[in-house]
């Protein structure tokens, strides 16, 4: 599976649009990577605690679309969007979406 | 006494807060620059298309980026929002902080035998800010197409 977040996929052409895919996940802090993160805080610096939940969320969603993507029978996915949002203190949203296409190479 | 003991401790912090921070800026930057310097060949550009080598399929690479202020930077920056202007030291973190992620598109890229980075988009996220405001801190999500350029395009 090709996944870009630009329009075309180059040495490629689109035979067949499938539509909208998307995936997202909510997660929350826990305490302990709260506490980890704020002790950190105090000189400042990566908060590594806070990437990783990041990580995880973006894999997540991104799985989630992907699956979808395959169900449709796709064999790429272009425009890839990410975005999130706070749903309450301490939790927040990540939401991927993109479109799914069959490609072909060109020529 | 009570009071004394906590002005001890708020002093106390914003001192670690200063000395460790502003160290580990310096380090920071330093360790950007030789980064940046060895993944300089790594073309970049937020274009929607690429003409990139037929026989290398593109690849989404990611990051995601959550960065802390000190907590003198932060005292700092409280003091300058009593009064209105820039916030200087949240600024100096914001820019520091993009250019870490987009070193590290651009080394993830580089790992994967790619040389551009194409329709790169960096965002602030929001990931859920602390109640009580104790910490002063930033997120970012960075994504973009990795491509292989063209041997007429290097």
Redesign the interface.
């Known amino acids: 599976m090709?996944?870009?977040?630009?329009?075309?996929?180059?040495?490629?052409r689109i035979q067949k649009v499938l539509g909208l895919v998307q995936g997202n996940t909510v997660r929350?802090?826990n305490f302990g990577r709260d506490f980890l993160?704020?002790l950190?805080?105090?000189?400042?610096?990566?908060?590594s605690e806070?990437?990783e939940l990041?990580?995880e969320s973006?894999q997540q969603a991104t799985q989630r679309m992907l699956d979808e993507a395959v169900r449709l029978g796709a064999n790429a996915v272009i425009n890839?969007?990410?975005?999130?949002?706070?749903?309450?203190?301490?939790?927040?949203e990540l939401y991927a979406y993109g479109t799914a296409v069959q490609i072909v190479?060109?020529? | 006494m009570e009071a004394l003991l906590g002005l001890l401790s708020v002093g106390s912090l914003l001192f670690v807060g200063w000395y460790w921070g502003a160290r580990r800026r310096a380090q920071h930057r330093e360790s950007l620059t030789l980064r940046e310097r060895e993944l300089q060949h790594v073309r970049v550009s937020n274009s929607k298309h690429y003409r990139g080598a037929p026989t290398h399929a593109p690849q989404l690479v990611s990051v995601e980026l959550v960065w802390g202020i000190d907590r003198f930077q932060a005292f700092l920056a409280a003091l300058v929002n009593l009064f209105g202007g820039e916030l200087e030291s949240v600024s100096e973190v914001l820019a520091r902080a993009r250019r870490e992620a987009l070193v590290r598109l651009k080394a993830q890229a580089h790992a994967a035998g790619y040389d551009a980075l194409a329709n790169l988009r960096l965002e602030t996220a929001d990931i859920g800010n602390d109640p009580q405001q104790r910490d002063l801190k930033v997120a970012l999500l960075g994504i973009a197409t990795a491509y292989r350029q063209l041997p007429s395009d290097r």
């Open positions: 090709i996944v870009v977040n630009t329009e075309s996929v180059a040495g490629y929350a802090k993160a704020g950190k805080n105090i000189v400042g610096g990566e908060l806070y990437t990041l990580t973006r890839v969007r990410y975005s999130t949002s706070a749903v309450t203190a301490g939790a927040a190479p060109e020529g």
